[in-house]
């Protein structure tokens, strides 16, 4: 018996839940060569900080940064490194009655900040209960978060417990403040309350120190722009997942069905998936909303002849996706239609080929900027190749990791993850095209990680016949259907 669109469309979706989340462990070592690499790029005797993000209600993310240092995804974390330092030093006196060879062990390189963990078993009654744990996978030092915000405040004041001497003058006269590496949050405008980081801050000075700030993030960012084997791995397996998503939103895409059950499609399969949250607000831009970039209300009905754009991606172990389509509602393109998501399309696959190791994505903007100039001429929606940006009104391309908007871009490099995301938004004609893919950077070109995605018309037209999930059989309000 020839099983229908639906059950394959479910085993399909199964398939990808069974291989990805098979994705290995960043290992250890990986983290430690990425503080290695950051350290190696800090001034001497700079100190580098960076602090966990707070838990908001029951969910938690950690901060960026800090988990592609240290793969650490919990409340309560921050990281101290160091920069190079002098061997130190023992004073005469006291070097003359130590053995020959004694040598003071080299301060640490690196400190973690945790919350311990608490004992997995129960002491027997009246045992004493077991120390809580302080211990991470490729950490030698590892101390309570407890002892943290006085550690913090010992950096800024460059007092005891650091290397650095709040002295400004030495031998070869006044040197240079020591750094500090960190990311303080700044209030907004000059009459704002002062920020928690403001405060500390006028409190090290207010105490005589004399530090020169830097930011670290300036430090760690551009090593985050390629990405290592491991993290591609994720990336994949997200995009896999937010593949299939996509693919089964235009099976059950119908006139009539509102942008939030779109939606719920296409978390359904995240969620099916492994992918506990969407890596950003999913975008679900039907007829005029279509033209909103960043629409995400996704609470309009759509209507028969609706373009859609569906701009959607999973977050998977802690990576992101993103792939963007854009579908006739209907099932099928009208002419204009077509004329105008086949010229987004040119622009998307030209940009595309362009992308190996060496290339400056400048000349790939300039590409797609003549394509979509030439395509508006053809379309007549304009009449001056200086009216591109009427229509087009977003950039090219943007770097993709453990954020949706990451670093990337430039000059391209063997490793880089960027999306490819040409778009044309006619508020006219109540019509926007935007047309998504990402592309891994290789060494002999690209690889198109969403490329399992149908885009060229007659594919998305073929798969849009195909049955997808009845939304409908859900509904226990069927008034809910005819809802403005």
């Not at 639906?6 to 290992?27: D, E, I, T």
């Not at 006085?150 to 007092?159: H, K, S, V």
Request: charged fraction near 25%; hydrophobic fraction near 40%; charge should be neutral.
């Amino acid at each position: 018996m020839r099983p229908s669109s639906r059950s394959l469309s479910l085993v399909a979706v199964g398939f990808v839940l069974g291989w990805s989340v098979c994705a290995a462990a960043q290992p250890p070592e990986e983290f430690r060569k990425r503080r290695d690499a950051v350290r190696a790029k800090m001034e001497p005797g700079s100190v580098l900080v960076l602090r966990g993000a707070a838990r908001v209600g029951e969910s938690f993310r950690q901060e960026n940064n800090l988990l592609y240092l240290t793969g650490i995804n919990e409340p309560n974390t921050a990281l101290v490194l160091y920069g190079p330092r002098p061997e130190p030093q023992i004073p005469a006196e006291i070097k003359a009655e130590l053995p020959d060879g004694f040598r003071l062990p080299p301060p640490p390189t690196e400190v973690l900040y945790i919350q311990p963990s608490a004992p997995q078993a129960r002491p027997a009654p009246g045992a004493v209960p077991p120390a809580a744990r302080l211990t991470r996978p490729g950490f030698d030092t590892v101390r309570a978060w407890q002892d943290f915000q006085e550690a913090f405040e010992a950096i800024l004041t460059r007092g005891a417990g650091t290397s650095l001497s709040l002295s400004a003058t030495g031998a070869d006269g006044p040197q240079p403040p020591p750094v500090v590496y960190v990311d303080l949050q700044r209030s907004r405008r000059l009459l704002d309350p002062l920020t928690s980081d403001e405060q500390w801050l006028r409190a090290a000075r207010d105490r005589g120190a004399n530090v020169a700030f830097r930011s670290a993030s300036a430090l760690v960012r551009p090593l985050r722009a390629v990405k290592s084997p491991a993290e591609i791995e994720r990336i994949t397996a997200a995009m896999t997942i937010t593949g299939a998503a996509q693919r089964e939103a235009m099976r059950a895409a119908k006139p009539g069905m509102f942008e939030y059950q779109l939606q719920a499609v296409i978390e359904h399969v995240f969620l099916i998936n492994g992918a506990r949250r969407p890596a950003f607000a999913s975008i679900i831009g039907s007829g005029p909303n279509g033209i909103i970039l960043h629409w995400s209300e996704n609470t309009r009905q759509t209507q028969p002849g609706d373009m859609v754009v569906m701009d959607v991606g999973a977050e998977y172990d802690l990576y992101a996706a993103d792939i963007t389509r854009t579908i006739p509602i209907s099932g099928t393109f009208t002419t204009r239609q077509r004329d105008i998501y086949e010229t987004v399309l040119r622009a998307n696959q030209e940009a595309i080929a362009m992308i190996a190791p060496g290339v400056a994505m400048r000349e790939i903007n300039a590409r797609v900027n003549g394509i979509l100039t030439e395509g508006l001429l053809r379309l007549g929606l304009i009449k001056d190749k200086g009216e591109l940006r009427k229509y087009y009104t977003h950039g090219l391309s943007h770097g993709v990791g453990l954020q949706v908007h990451d670093v990337g871009e430039g000059v391209l490099q063997a490793g880089m993850v960027l999306t490819i995301e040409p778009g044309l938004y006619i508020p006219e004609e109540a019509t926007g095209v935007r047309i998504e893919d990402t592309v891994l950077v290789t060494e002999g070109g690209h690889k198109v990680l969403s490329a399992d995605v149908p885009k060229a018309v007659a594919e998305i037209e073929a798969l849009m016949r195909q049955d997808g999930i009845d939304y409908s059989r859900y509904l226990v309000n069927k008034k809910v259907d005819s809802r403005q």
